[in-house]
């Protein structure tokens, strides 16, 4: 219950009474590890499909036309009970756009008192208002993160995708969070397009000088609405080569990175570690506004999903989904072995044809190379080159 801003509860573990009910949480687990998979540890829970935006880049094709009911409170509330029994360790928790849920600082008040060690909020920043800083600063939750999405360190690169605006309303929004004293947890993501690669070091620049905690990328995925419009695209091989030529010889860029970036391509150019293991689900697990459980944040194939979970709780989902995702992993341990991509790459042994979600998200085959592939590949060469002796 939520009274005078704050959150009256007896904690998730008193609420459900009876020894058999606080056994299920265990066996569930114990099942899923049974099948080789690793147990539940960060959930996204996207808690509407509305969004203020209609993003022409957006996986799951969220905004005003596709908006239905937000998640009831009560099943939010209860979901989240479930997943502290479970023994989760953090949530994430998105949309659509999750400001545009009515409750949403109900919900991130709930998050953060069910004893989950995480807690993200993924939002646009444009629906933030001054009301809302003294609340959210009242939650004084050492792991609770702000995650801002920002495609650009300029309006044009930003609003290509977002829209007219979206880009000065979103930097008020950051301008708000670091003026109420929470600069220190806000972190923003930027999707990796065609027309704003370059922009990375003077985001990397932007953030740093408002005092914010990080900056993650990742490469857009050619599903949802991106998949039915011109005006976006991936980033290209020779973009991401020539991003490595500047890391080499622009020394704030590489000194901000080491700061607080983690950009992909950037950790392939370094890394040499051998991949030791397939896909680890269901440890990211991903749940709609509608109830359909999938058993990783980017793996969205419909059957390996559980639908109807806040009927059936997730324990149950659990149960019922566990030889789906147990079938799944013996898919992923075993693409690297046959994808012609990898047989002759550099990198075989540290990517084993990469995502599997991306995989399929990308072509709708579970056993195809993602669709990072030729970058990987291109990346993985320049570095052998690179460590060739000189004659």
């Given at each position: 219950?939520?009274?005078?801003?704050?959150?009256?509860?007896?904690?998730?573990?008193?609420?459900?009474?009876?020894?058999?009910?606080?056994?299920?949480?265990?066996?569930?687990?114990?099942?899923?590890?049974?099948?080789?998979l690793?147990?539940?540890?960060?959930?996204?829970?996207?808690v509407t499909?509305?969004?203020?935006?209609?993003?022409?880049?957006?996986?799951?094709?969220?905004?005003?036309?596709?908006?239905?009911?937000?998640?009831?409170?009560?099943?939010?509330?209860?979901?989240?009970?479930?997943?502290?029994?479970?023994?989760?360790?953090?949530?994430?928790?998105?949309?659509?756009?999750?400001?545009?849920?009515?409750?949403?600082?109900?919900?991130?008040?709930?998050?953060?008192a069910?004893?989950?060690k995480?807690?993200?909020?993924?939002?646009?920043?444009m629906?933030?208002?001054?009301?809302?800083l003294?609340?959210?600063r009242?939650?004084?939750?050492?792991?609770?993160?702000?995650?801002?999405?920002?495609?650009?360190?300029?309006?044009?690169?930003?609003?290509t995708?977002?829209?007219?605006?979206?880009?000065?309303?979103?930097?008020?929004?950051?301008a708000?969070?670091?003026?109420?004293?929470?600069?220190?947890r806000?972190?923003?993501?930027?999707?990796?397009?065609?027309?704003?690669?370059?922009?990375?070091?003077?985001l990397l620049d932007?953030?740093?000088?408002?005092?914010?905690?990080?900056?993650?990328?990742?490469?857009?995925?050619?599903?949802?609405?991106?998949?039915?419009t011109?005006?976006?695209?991936p980033?290209?091989?020779?973009?991401y080569?020539a991003l490595?030529?500047?890391?080499?010889?622009?020394?704030?860029?590489?000194?901000?990175?080491k700061?607080?970036?983690?950009?992909?391509?950037?950790?392939?150019?370094?890394?040499?570690?051998?991949?030791q293991d397939?896909?680890?689900?269901?440890?990211?697990?991903?749940?709609?506004?509608?109830?359909?459980?999938?058993?990783?944040?980017?793996?969205?194939?419909?059957?390996?999903?559980?639908?109807?979970?806040?009927?059936?709780?997730?324990v149950?989902?659990?149960?019922?989904?566990?030889?789906?995702?147990?079938?799944?992993?013996?898919?992923?341990?075993?693409?690297?072995?046959?994808?012609?991509?990898?047989?002759?790459?550099?990198?075989?042994?540290?990517?084993a044809?990469?995502?599997?979600?991306?995989?399929?998200?990308s072509?709708g085959?579970?056993?195809a190379?993602?669709?990072r592939?030729?970058?990987?590949?291109?990346?993985?060469q320049?570095?052998?080159?690179s460590q060739?002796?000189?004659?």
């Amino acid at each position: 219950m939520v009274a005078g801003g704050t959150i009256q509860m007896t904690g998730p573990r008193s609420v459900r009474a009876g020894e058999k009910m606080l056994r299920e949480p265990a066996e569930a687990v114990q099942s899923l590890v049974e099948e080789g998979l690793r147990p539940p540890r960060f959930l996204t829970l996207a808690v509407t499909d509305g969004c203020n935006l209609d993003c022409c880049h957006c996986w799951v094709r969220a905004g005003k036309a596709s908006c239905h009911s937000p998640v009831p409170l009560q099943n939010i509330r209860r979901l989240m009970e479930e997943f502290a029994a479970l023994g989760g360790h953090g949530i994430r928790i998105t949309g659509g756009e999750p400001l545009c849920h009515p409750h949403w600082l109900d919900i991130l008040q709930h998050a953060c008192a069910y004893g989950f060690k995480e807690v993200a909020l993924q939002t646009n920043a444009m629906l933030l208002k001054d009301v809302h800083l003294p609340v959210l600063r009242e939650l004084d939750f050492p792991g609770l993160s702000i995650q801002v999405s920002l495609d650009g360190a300029t309006p044009r690169a930003h609003d290509t995708v977002r829209g007219e605006g979206a880009y000065s309303a979103a930097r008020e929004g950051i301008a708000r969070l670091v003026q109420a004293g929470l600069a220190a947890r806000v972190s923003l993501f930027f999707t990796e397009m065609r027309h704003n690669l370059e922009e990375i070091p003077e985001l990397l620049d932007l953030a740093d000088r408002s005092g914010l905690a990080s900056v993650a990328t990742g490469t857009m995925v050619l599903c949802g609405r991106a998949s039915e419009t011109s005006l976006v695209a991936p980033p290209g091989v020779e973009q991401y080569l020539a991003l490595l030529e500047r890391y080499e010889s622009d020394a704030r860029f590489r000194e901000l990175y080491k700061k607080i970036g983690t950009v992909a391509a950037l950790e392939w150019r370094a890394g040499d570690a051998v991949r030791q293991d397939c896909c680890s689900f269901i440890e990211n697990p991903y749940l709609t506004p509608s109830g359909r459980l999938y058993p990783c944040l980017m793996c969205h194939a419909d059957e390996f999903s559980v639908s109807g979970v806040f009927e059936k709780g997730l324990v149950a989902a659990l149960a019922e989904g566990c030889p789906l995702w147990s079938s799944l992993r013996r898919i992923s341990c075993s693409r690297s072995e046959g994808l012609p991509e990898c047989r002759d790459c550099p990198g075989r042994q540290s990517c084993a044809g990469g995502c599997m979600g991306r995989a399929w998200a990308s072509c709708g085959n579970l056993r195809a190379a993602d669709d990072r592939c030729r970058v990987r590949r291109g990346i993985y060469q320049q570095r052998c080159k690179s460590q060739e002796p000189s004659s």
